[in-house]
């Protein structure tokens, strides 16, 4: 029954494009907003509101449906759907009159995103931004979409209207049978249980096969288009050769990540990678920048480069770190959150060339830059130039008669050049909100890379960052915005703590390990659910949700409760408390059957299940060379460890009972409090992590 409101709206919804309608001058209650996203509608002629509680008990006390539109500040069909509809008054004047209408920015407020996209997934529709849901007065979904043409989006209002007037009970019916399915517990809707936390090699290879069959071996990645990066899936693959030295999973973690390095995904003038693909080449980029997938993508170039010292993987790491202090850095220590895709209303209009531009500013050397940016005298794409790498370094640098490096010494000449005369051109909108847990996810990339190149421009862009995050932490709670007394929600701490251990693990700087623990008791006083042994998305704190989401499946981010069962592992190794320990094994545990099923979306799962069933090692220095002793570790990929260094003796935990040998720097490798013969000799330790399998 409760598909039969969906089919009716479906049948009246027509789709027909209109052409683009005048501006009008108009202020409403987003003007109050510290949203960058919500300010861009704050003139539009329609009467949008904030989600909070007057906006909700507006839509109780007049009877009418509430219209939820989601977006985020660099999402170009939210640009194109505002232009065509919001800021037409005759569109308004519906909305108007038939809806309370709520704008949310979902960077600013992911728990509602969390909960409609949900929705819209359960009624069998698409999801994606702009998200777009009717809610009944007492906000229960009904029906919802994303992106509709002005003649289609008035045909929609239209029909919601008549069906709320005239078939109510219809519609009531559906909202309740949908928000059931949204309070649904998780453990029962994927039939989460058992306690073998441990892979074994039989299963381990049965989830890389799962995995391998749907391997792009022509472009990299897996078969789909469009295309994500999607770290988390590639970090697996190198977590699983590092357990199983299975050639090919390096061959093709290698070749993904040359593959996304040259394609036009990555901003091969001013570093740093836009969000998606939208072709299966990784060649035209969906073209805003998000924070979140450059923070994960330097993790994955380190550890790439960890394993294989490819040195375009070095370069695309500086580039990248390059942009974000040039482009994404406050004064503040933390990162803004994105970068839109259009400018000047054009998608791409930033980034893309002429042929003559890249003639002319090539000079002498246009001919070979033209060829190694597949620049076409008619464009690459639709008649502009969104540059790529077709071919090879050394192919090209035979062909002109160089050696590699005085190549890739004139390439690095002209992007200087091209960078110079981008930065005339009109800027994309910066959103400049500053997330905890995005910045979180940056930390552990700038700690990654700079473990991997040891680079002190980058360690000094973590410090600064790491101090900033520091500054979030008000009486033991994590705020997500620096700005606003907001509670920060899982993934905040999620990321913030895996951070503040990855930095501690470069840098040995003890409190960062200090503020993890406060941050960990803060989750399982106010997020953790004892029933399910999952940590909800919000606080026990947060009102006017229908329901208390969990997340569980990796996407573009990893979910935020796999990487908590990392952080209770690996902070309760570092301060050897068995019960964190065990937490997070037994979270794993329970899903494993669903980890084996549904790798891709699993994959961080995956790669804790892989460390902790093997030997899992604490690395334990004490000695004046400690923190030449961690740098030199820390350029191996060996994921199934822990390191804890200090300069002196200390009798807390781990180095209780540790002394130094002949007053030199030492090392214990243990494994579960159980240690191996000290040693002096680094390249031993080294030799022994290396064995880990």
Known sequence: ???????????????????????????????????????????????????????????????????????????????????????????????????????????????????????????????????????????????????FPKQGWINLLNSINQAFENNRDKINESADAFTQNLQAKESEKYKLEGDDHTLSKEEIDTVFKVLEKKFDRIDGGVKKSPKFPMPSVWQFLA??????????????????????????IFDHIGGGFARYSTDEEWHVPHFEKMLYDNGQLLSLYANGY????????????????????????????????????????????????????????????????IEYYDVQPGGNWEGKNALRVVKGEEKLAKKYNMSKDEFLKRVKAFKQKALTERERRVRPGLDDKIIAGWNGLTLSGLSDAYQALQDSSILELANKNAFFIKSLIKDGKLLRFPNKDMEGFMEDYAAVIQGFIKYYETTLDQKYLELAKILIERTEEAFFDESENLYFFSSNNEANLIARKKELFDNVIPSSN???????????????????????????????????????????WGQLAMEVSGRFAEVIIIGPKASEFVNKINQSFIPSKIVSGSHTESSHPPFNHKKSLQDGTTIYVCYNKSCKQPTNLLEEAIKELKSLN
């Open 1 to 147: 029954m409760r598909f039969q409101i969906i089919l009716i709206i479906i049948l009246s919804v027509a789709c027909q494009s209109q052409s683009q309608t005048e501006m009008h001058e108009y202020t409403n209650n987003l003007i109050h907003s510290t949203s960058p996203y919500l300010q861009q509608h704050a003139h539009n002629p329609v009467n949008w509101q904030e989600w909070n509680q007057e906006s909700l008990d507006q839509a109780i006390k007049e009877d009418k449906p509430i219209l939820v539109s989601i977006g985020y500040s660099s999402c170009h069909w939210c640009h194109v759907m505002e232009k065509e509809s919001f800021e037409d008054t005759a569109v308004a004047n519906i909305m108007n009159e038939y809806f309370i209408n709520i704008k949310v920015d979902r960077e600013e407020r992911p728990d509602v995103d969390q909960v409609y996209m949900d929705a819209v997934h359960a009624m069998g529709l698409q999801g994606g931004w702009p998200l777009n849901v009717f809610l009944t007065p007492d906000q229960k979904p009904f029906y919802g979409g994303t992106y």
């Open 239 to 264: 977590t699983y050769y590092h357990r199983t030295k299975n050639e090919d999973a390096l061959k093709h973690l290698e070749f993904t990540l040359e593959k996304i390095a040259d394609g036009g």
């Open 306 to 369: 960890k394993l294989t010292k490819n040195q375009k993987f070095e370069r695309t790491i500086l580039e990248t770190t390059e942009w974000l202090a040039r482009e994404m850095l406050d004064n503040s220590g933390g990162f803004y959150s994105a970068l839109d895709a259009d400018s000047e209303g054009e998608e791409g209009k930033f980034y893309v060339w002429t042929y003559e531009e890249i003639q002319s500013l090539a000079e002498g050397d246009s001919d070979m830059i």
């Open 562 to 604: 796999s990487i908590m069962a990392w952080n209770l592992v690996h902070l309760g190794t570092h301060l050897y408390d068995d019960r964190l320990i065990e937490k997070g094994k037994s979270m794993l545990g329970q899903v494993k059957n669903l980890m084996i099923a549904e790798p891709e979306y699993m994959s961080n």
